[in-house]
């Protein structure tokens, strides 16, 4: 019954209750989610559609009283039954998260059917569109991207001691200002758990482990690799017609920078640096924002929304 408030208590902690209602005003109806976990009940108007993922729809929503404009990530809760807990890491992740170039946490609550998330708008949706829109984009821009997704990653591996470990174009989203935000941390690892899990006694644990420098974040770093030589080149790395065949380039370390591409010897380098088969080679965040890619070439301050279609003019 859609106008009815769900019976169930709410669950201590983390999981709060929410219910939601189909409105019956309007040519298309008011659909409001109201979450009830607080103090006071808190109502948010469901406004566009913002897309889809692997788990979730996404719609813009506003919060009734401050007409604050958000993302709410609603997630059913029915096909997560076999994994119950890895919805729950991703919001323990990504609410316990803060940094410029992270998509902001604002809220969480559930109903019996459904998850809802609340996000920091980003709302000119992911580097994906704006890659899949203009090709390789021009080294500048690239530069502006990189520095922000490494500060965001710097942030992330070092002060957090997470582990994204789903960095690509399309969960690297894109705001009003053309700021990078970092979000989907639906496949996220806390490296500490991780580390209490797989080590008994710390008698043991090995200095990589100890310098939380070990295998974890360094798959963060071929992924920026992919990410950097995509926005460079105008397409992944690996891409092949079959998934099969992808793992088997990915595995080997199979791929090239195309004759012809114009790509300045300090990208070449880092990009090679950072799609290299041993993790421990790979540069770290950090480095990266010290490379020369970063540090000899021109970096815009801010960049025009332009840049989502058509290269901008730089001076
Ligand atoms: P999944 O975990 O299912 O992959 P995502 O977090 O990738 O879900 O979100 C699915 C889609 O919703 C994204 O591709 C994007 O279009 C949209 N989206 C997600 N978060 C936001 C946000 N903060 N602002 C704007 N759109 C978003």
């Known amino acids: 019954e859609n106008n009815s408030i ?4 709410p669950k201590p902690g983390l999981f709060r209750l929410a219910w939601t209602r189909e409105g019956i005003e ?12 607080g103090s006071c009940e808190v109502k948010y108007f469901r406004g566009r559609y913002l897309g889809k993922g692997g788990y979730a729809k996404c719609y813009e929503v506003t919060q009734d009283i401050s007409n604050k404009v958000l993302a709410c990530k609603i997630v059913r809760k029915n096909l997560h039954l076999r994994e119950p807990y890895q919805e729950n890491r991703e919001v323990m992740i990504h609410q316990s998260v803060k940094h410029p170039y992270v998509v902001d946490f604002h809220s969480y609550f559930e109903d019996d059917r459904f ?3 609340i996000l920091e708008l980003c709302e ?7 890659s899949n829109k203009r090709g390789a984009v021009t080294e500048p821009e690239a530069r502006y991207f990189l520095r922000q997704i490494c500060e965001g990653v710097m942030y992330l591996h070092e002060d957090e001691n997470v582990i994204h470990q789903d960095l690509k174009l399309g969960n690297i989203f894109i705001t009003s200002g053309m700021n990078l935000k970092i979000g989907d941390f639906g496949l996220a690892m806390e490296l500490d758990r991780f580390e209490c899990k797989q080590v008994g006694t710390p008698n043991y644990i090995a ?6 420098t070990g295998h974890g974040i360094k798959a963060d770093m071929w992924s920026i690799g992919c990410i950097l030589y995509t926005l460079l080149i105008g397409k992944p790395p690996f891409e092949t017609g079959s998934l099969k065949q992808t793992l088997t380039k990915i595995k080997a370390c199979d791929f090239e920078i195309p004759k012809g ?6 990208a070449t380098r880092l990009i090679l640096q950072l799609i290299q088969l041993d993790p421990s080679k790979r540069p770290t965040a950090r480095e990266i924002l010290m490379d020369d890619f970063i540090t000899q070439g021109f970096i815009p301050d801010s960049l025009p929304a332009l840049s989502l279609t058509e290269a901008p003019p730089f001076p």
């Not at 769900?6 to 208590?9: F, G, P, R, W």
């Not at 309007?26 to 976990?37: A, C, K, M, R, T």
């Not at 200095?207 to 939380?212: A, L, Q, S």
């Open 6 to 9: 769900l019976k169930s208590t």
């Open 26 to 37: 309007g040519e298309n109806g008011i659909y409001e989610i109201v979450d009830l976990s």
């Open 115 to 117: 998850m809802y998330i």
């Open 124 to 130: 000119k949706q992911s580097l994906l569109q704006l």
């Open 207 to 212: 200095p990589e482990v100890v310098k939380r």
């Open 261 to 266: 591409s114009n790509l300045s010897p300090e």
